[in-house]
């Protein structure tokens, strides 16, 4: 029972409140890949779990991080280099940990699917009222009086958030209603794309937009 707290629940519901911890700041989300990454090492050694290293995506991964450590080691700080760098290999960890609660928790992209559902749903609608009414629902006024930033106040990554996030949002949508194709949620993406889209242009947020117009261009096709 013990094993099944610290190994699979507390895990599963890190990676379900992400998304919100993203908004939060970067201590909490840093702080949640960490303490995934640190389980899920435990958890291999002690369950011997190293069929999800054995495979080509962790080793080209694998491959990267260690690219990103020599290139560290080689520039004029070192130090400040090596410190973004070296403990990179968390997110490859974090993610054969998302794989690993997948096989053994079904209901993990359900609830995934639905936090950030939220999260979207209320930075959509608290980046309109920011917009609209010149502050939002915690009282951050429009950046430089124009620019819409919601919960992030001055860290200007509102559209990064929505693009990046979006093709996450569609694809788990897509896994869930494979089976029904659910015409009435579709067009309730359909309007929360079109809603994401216009927020990540009042966010001047050019690449974002970029990003979110190439996420669409893939959904069609």
């Known amino acids: 029972m013990k094993n099944q707290l610290f190994f699979n629940h507390i895990p599963s519901w890190i990676i379900i409140l992400m998304p919100a911890l993203l908004i939060s700041g970067p201590f909490l989300s840093d702080l949640g890949v960490s ?43 070192v130090i400040v280099s090596l410190k973004n760098s070296f403990f990179y290999f968390r997110f490859g960890i974090f993610s054969l940990c998302f794989w690993y609660l997948l096989e053994n928790n079904e209901k993990l992209i359900k609830y995934l699917f639905i936090t950030t559902l939220i ?32 919960f992030f106040g001055s860290e200007l990554i509102l559209g990064s958030y929505l693009a990046r996030f ?42 974002a937009l970029f990003f979110m117009n190439l996420s669409a261009i893939f959904i069609i096709m």
């Open 166 to 207: 979006f093709p996450i949002l569609f694809g788990i949508f897509i896994f869930l209603d494979q089976a029904k194709k659910s015409k009435p949620i579709l067009f309730f993406m359909s309007v929360i794309f079109i809603l994401s889209e216009g927020l990540i242009f009042l966010s001047g947020e050019r690449l």
């Open 119 to 150: 999260c979207f749903l209320s930075l959509i609608i608290d980046g309109y009222i920011q917009y609209i009414f010149g502050e939002n629902l915690l009282g951050f006024k429009l950046y430089n009086q124009y620019r819409v930033s919601s």
């Open 35 to 77: 303490i995934v990454t640190l389980v899920f090492l435990i958890n291999t050694i002690k369950n011997k779990l190293t069929k999800y290293y054995n495979n080509y995506y962790f080793k080209l991964f694998f491959i990267f991080y260690i690219i990103l450590v020599l290139s560290s080691s080689l520039s004029e700080n």
